[in-house]
């Protein structure tokens, strides 16, 4: 089951709203709880009730309720506001907005655009050993055993250059910056073995 996410989705036309609720069930990633907005008056009303996390909604209804007073009707800093545009839309109106959904949007864009605002994609982002090649992969095991970059190299037949390279990447893909760091890491990806590590330790320590 993917994250829990409410959505209300306030657009006059039934069929341009029914296409929408069809879309929006066929997220995967997110577990949906859909209310549909035919009529605008209904909107202050549906929006305190269900507090949203995404509301998507007709530009041309904002004409009745401008964005901020459809924010102060739930948590205006959780609140992610979408356009659903199935006319040309002055680009200064759909700036206010936090993503924008067009009819002739395909059903995976308009899927990665709610997964992004849900922030379901976050798990994705987390470091994993997968985020590494095979080479990188080497040269932190090198690391955790507390190899010099120059033993890494001889040891990897490449130059220290390299070496100091793929640190640098390693560094930048998974946000660690310490050997302590990538031990952990290491050890929780099945890079090496803890009693492996746990050696080295104690014959430092000695």
């Excluded at 996390?53 to 401008?66: K, R, Y």
């Excluded at 007073?69 to 700036?95: F, G, H, M, W, Y």
């Amino acid at each position: 089951m993917g994250r829990s996410v409410k959505i209300v989705v306030a657009e006059p036309s039934l069929i341009i709203r029914s296409g929408m609720l069809a879309v929006l069930k066929r997220i995967d990633a997110l577990d949906i709880q859909i209310e549909e907005v035919s009529e605008v008056s209904n909107l202050p009303s549906l929006l305190r009730w269900h507090k949203p996390d995404i509301l998507i909604i007709n530009p041309s209804l904002t004409a009745h309720f401008s964005l901020s007073q459809i924010k102060a009707e739930v948590e205006p800093e959780t609140l992610r506001c979408v356009a659903l545009s199935n006319t040309l839309v002055d680009e200064a109106v759909t700036k206010l907005y936090d993503a924008t959904i067009s009819l002739y949007d395909s059903a995976e864009q308009i899927n990665d655009k709610i997964t992004r605002l849900a922030g379901a994609d976050e798990k994705a982002k987390e470091p994993t050993a997968n985020a590494l090649s095979s080479r990188e992969k080497e040269i932190v095991v090198g690391v955790v055993k507390g190899l010099t970059n120059k033993q890494i190299a001889d040891t990897l037949c490449i130059s220290t250059h390299t070496v100091i390279t793929h640190r640098r990447n390693i560094a930048s893909k998974l946000q660690i910056h310490s050997a302590a760091g990538l031990t952990i890491y290491a050890i929780v990806n099945k890079l090496v073995e803890f009693d492996e590590i746990s050696s080295l330790i104690s014959r430092n320590d000695e």
